[in-house]
């Protein structure tokens, strides 16, 4: 099993920046790819980021590209999601996940993803 726990979330105003943070324990001998979701209230799971196992490859939404940044420390078991240039819009539950290496399907889609955390808040103020 594996468990990732998010941190970073806040209230910022529009313009500013966060740092998400999503911290793998458990079984971290697998090369999992990892990604970051969305969950506005009321609305469906977003696809937002994703990167694959040793960081090489990086994949955005096109509603944050140029925004936010993915990146990843295998020493430290962690993934990043640098979040710049707010906007009210970005405001969401956001939640990593972790999928086998095994699985080829398109990172945007979630149930491709085995393991998710539980999410931290992100609410962008106008």
């Known amino acids: 099993q594996l468990q990732l726990v998010e941190s970073g979330g806040g209230l910022v105003q529009a313009g500013g920046s966060l740092r998400l943070s999503c911290a793998a324990s458990?079984?971290?001998?697998?090369?999992?790819?990892m990604g970051w979701f969305r969950q506005a209230p009321m609305e469906g799971r977003e696809f937002v980021s994703a990167i694959d196992w040793d960081g090489v490859y990086t994949y955005y939404a096109d509603s944050v590209k140029g925004r936010f940044t993915i990146s990843r420390d295998n020493a430290k078991n962690t993934v990043y999601l640098q979040m710049n240039s707010l906007k009210p819009e970005d405001t969401a539950v956001y939640s990593c996940?972790?999928?086998?290496?095994?699985?080829?399907?398109?990172?945007?889609?979630?149930?491709?993803?085995?393991?998710w955390g539980q999410g931290t808040q992100v609410t962008v103020s106008s």
């Open positions: 996940a972790a999928r086998l290496p095994s699985v080829r399907s398109s990172y945007r889609y979630p149930p491709s993803y085995a393991y």
């Open positions: 458990g079984r971290t001998n697998s090369s999992y790819a």
